[in-house]
């Protein structure tokens, strides 16, 4: 069993910067790839941003020069720093991880708003 926790959500004004954290515990040697999705009400749960195992990353256009994902996949955990944060930002954020099967988190909400 693989349980994911998210942290590092929260309100932020508009320009603002946030770093969310997804930390995977229990029985995996190491992710294939892990990823951000976002969902906001009323909308399609989206792609943000993934990265491989060998460290290589890919990002919506609407986030791109914005965020930066990173990774350790000794550990299982990945990160998510966002900078100029904008309203239209605002969502539930879920950590992914790809080990055989997709595994999610719980999700963090993040709220950008002045």
């Known amino acids: 069993q693989v349980h994911l926790v998210e942290s590092g959500g929260g309100l932020v004004q508009p320009g603002g910067s946030l770093r969310l954290s997804c930390a995977a515990s229990?029985?995996?040697?190491?992710?294939?790839?892990m990823a951000w999705y976002r969902q906001a009400p009323g909308k399609q749960r989206e792609l943000v941003a993934i990265?491989?195992?060998?460290?290589?990353?890919d990002y919506a256009d609407s986030v791109k020069g914005r965020f930066t994902i990173s990774g350790d996949s000794a550990k299982n955990t990945v990160w998510l720093q966002m900078n100029s944060l904008k309203p239209e930002d605002t969502a539930v954020y879920y950590c992914?991880?790809?080990?055989?099967?997709?595994?999610w988190g719980q999700g963090t909400q993040v709220t950008v708003s002045s």
């Open positions: 229990g029985s995996i040697d190491s992710f294939w790839n």
């Open positions: 992914k991880l790809a080990w055989y099967r997709d595994y």
């Open positions: 990265i491989t195992n060998g460290g290589g990353t």
